[in-house]
Each structure stands twice: as structure tokens, then as C-alpha cells.
């Protein structure tokens, strides 16, 4: 019964390579997120999408793509990896209330490690 | 942009002891959001708390808008309290992100 889940919870590669990480929420939320929590534990947005179309994208590289099949899942693709790509990655969901958006919900973060 | 800023960065204390952790910021605010992330590095949502007072247990907060600050108060500290504490913030109505501030790392010493 997980609120907000990501898979895979550890991801090692090598430079170069694609790689996707998968969030899924079953809160029946619109709008998702993807942050990115870097070696010094600061946590910053990356993307965020409602019901499936883009809101935000923080001038992130054009080598991350996220991609919405539905309202319930937020992907993220990531080509040619980069040492400085190794972070946590944290999906999180929220729904929208009379006064904006509500409290947002985290997954349990990727772990991305670039060799 | 915002600036979220947080105090102190680190604080030890002993099993038992009550800390007040500070939250900043430099604009008005749709959203404010106490987070923990404990030694695992799971974020576990603590209070959604733009405005007023809120209790849950040994934690309460305190958001007053009108003077860009929250507080965050742990009572009766246990040593599974340790980890960082985010206080998050949405700037306004449709921004549909949070900006985080840098972290208040809690070590309990037992």
C-alpha cells in the first residue's frame, strides 16, 4: 500500500549510458515531481508535471527527459550519464486544493551512482 | 529567487533534551513543509503548515507568515529524532514547487 514508489531503489552504471527510474503514486494526486538531492544534501526541483503535461522544467539538461503515461506515473529517462548525474533522485506527488498545492508526498529516493 | 534558510545547521543533544529548529524565508508563501530524513534517507513528511500551530505527539510547528519564519519544535528527544530536517516552501499559488532550505542535521546522543 505505498503511497509513492520508485524503482529501482539503487542504480550503479557507467558513464555514458541511458538509464530510466520509475515512480509510481496511488494517492490519486495530479501532480508529480521529480527532485534531485545532491552529495551536500541539498534538495532541488527538477520537473514537475500535471496530469501529464509539463508545469516545470529548472534548466535541467536537455539529457533528462521525464515522460507521463498517465496522471498516476512519472518517468525519468537519463542519456550519456555523467559522473555529476550521481545524487539521490526523489519523486514526490501532491494534489491541488482551493489554496494551491497541498502537502507533497515523497517516494523513497533512487540512488544514482556514475562510475 | 527565494532563500530558505535554516538554524542551526547542526545541533547534538542528549536523549531527553527539547530542541527549537528555525525556518526563514524572504518572501511570502503559498506552502510550508516540515520534512524528516532519517539516517536511511527516507523524507517523511512532519507538518503541511503555511499558517498557525500544529501538533502530532512529541512535535509541534509554528508558521507565522506575517513574519516569514517557522519553528519546529522536538520534545523530549529520542535517539531515533536523529537525521536532517528540511522546512520546504512554495512561493505562491500555482507554483507548483518547492524550494528547500540547506537542513538542520539532529544528532541524539543516547
Known amino acids: 500500500d505505498t503511497a509513492v514508489s520508485q524503482t529501482p531503489k539503487y542504480l550503479v552504471t557507467q558513464m555514458g549510458n541511458d538509464k530510466s527510474i520509475k515512480c509510481e503514486q496511488n494517492?490519486?494526486?495530479?501532480?508529480m515531481y521529480w527532485y534531485k538531492q545532491d552529495s551536500k544534501k541539498f534538495l532541488k526541483i527538477m520537473f514537475s508535471y500535471n496530469n501529464k503535461e509539463l508545469i516545470i522544467n529548472e534548466t535541467v539538461p536537455n539529457r533528462f527527459s521525464p515522460k507521463s503515461p498517465d496522471k498516476a506515473h512519472l518517468n525519468l529517462h537519463i542519456n550519456s550519464l555523467e559522473l555529476g548525474d550521481s545524487a539521490v533522485y526523489f519523486c514526490a506527488s501532491s494534489q491541488e486544493g482551493a489554496g494551491g498545492q497541498e502537502t507533497q508526498y515523497f517516494g523513497p529516493g533512487t540512488r544514482l551512482l556514475v562510475l | 529567487g527565494i532563500q530558505v534558510e535554516q538554524s542551526p545547521p547542526d545541533l547534538i543533544l542528549q536523549e531527553g533534551a527539547n530542541s527549537t529548529l528555525r525556518c526563514n524565508f524572504s518572501?511570502?508563501?503559498?506552502?510550508l513543509q516540515w520534512f524528516h530524513q532519517n539516517p536511511w534517507g527516507q523524507l517523511i513528511n512532519l507538518f503541511y503548515i503555511p499558517s498557525g500551530t500544529k501538533q502530532n505527539g512529541r512535535l509541534s510547528a509554528t508558521t507565522v507568515a506575517t513574519e516569514r519564519y517557522s519553528l519546529l519544535y522536538i520534545s523530549s528527544s529520542q535517539t531515533t529524532d536523529s537525521g536532517v530536517y528540511f522546512c520546504?516552501?512554495?512561493?505562491?499559488?500555482?507554483?507548483?514547487?518547492?524550494?528547500f532550505g540547506q537542513g538542520t542535521r539532529l544528532t541524539i546522543n543516547p
Open positions: 520546504a516552501v512554495e512561493l505562491s499559488q500555482g507554483a507548483q514547487k518547492l524550494v
Open positions: 494517492l490519486g494526486h495530479d501532480t
Open positions: 518572501d511570502s508563501v503559498n506552502n
